[in-house]
Each structure stands twice: as C-alpha cells, then as structure tokens.
C-alpha cells in the first residue's frame, strides 16, 4: 500500500475528532451531525489506517488481489454488464423522480409539507438506485 493511504487515513481521524468535538460543543440540531460525520470520518480513517499495516504485512496477497481487481476492472464483458446496470438504475431513477415530484406537490398543496420526509425519501431513493444497479449488474452478469 502506498503512503497517501495512511496519510488520508490520518487526515480522516483528525476530522473525526474535530467533528466530535464539534458535537460536544453544539448540543443543538447541528449536533447529531456533527456526531454523524465525527463517526463516519473517524471509523473511516481507522479502518484505512488497519488496511495500510494489515496490507504491509501481507504484501504477496495485496498483489495477488491487485491483480484480480484489475482483471475484473478492465473485463469488456463486465465493463458492458456495469454499463447495462447503470443505465437501468437510470431509466428507474427517471421514472421515480417524476412521480415523487408530484406527491411532494400534492403534500404541499395540503399543507403536510415536512422537509425531514424529504430527507428520509432522498436517502431511501439513493439506497434504492445502488441497489437496482447492484441487481441487474448480477442479473447480466448471470445471463450473459
């Protein structure tokens, strides 16, 4: 593994504990995503600092796995099924969006408009996209 990795996964730890400390600074709203960041960018950083030494240490299987992902990476027929996958989550994406641009109309026309709806939708809509991408990928990939 090279260097710029441990460097990037110092550099994570370091936001993590500023964001924690930003947490426990701001006990309001800002808060729980102050907590949020402070975990994601601090167990991020951890697990590219044990990536870095566990590789170092394992230097024959790193390669061996190099390797294979770039196999994997440059494969035409996988390069055509990850194309095909993306371009279905498209087209469903593009169905979606529409469709939810509406119901989020017709909420505010009753006066139910609540913006953390919105939130946990635009979650909930990301979540789904990677996931109908991820499913066809392996359907092609199965079929073809």
Known sequence: MEKKNLRIGIVFVVLGVIFLFLCL???DKLG????GLAGGFGFGGISAIYRYFYW???KEEYKEKLEIENINLHDERNVMYRDKAG???YIVCMIIIPISAFVFSV???LDI???LVIIIYLFVLWIVLYVVGVIYYRKLKRNG
């Open 87 to 89: 371009r279905y989550a």
């Open 56 to 58: 170092n240490k394992h």
């Open 25 to 27: 600074m701001n006990g």
């Open 32 to 35: 729980s995503l102050f907590a």
């Open 107 to 109: 909420l505010n026309a």
């Open 113 to 115: 408009y609540n913006s």
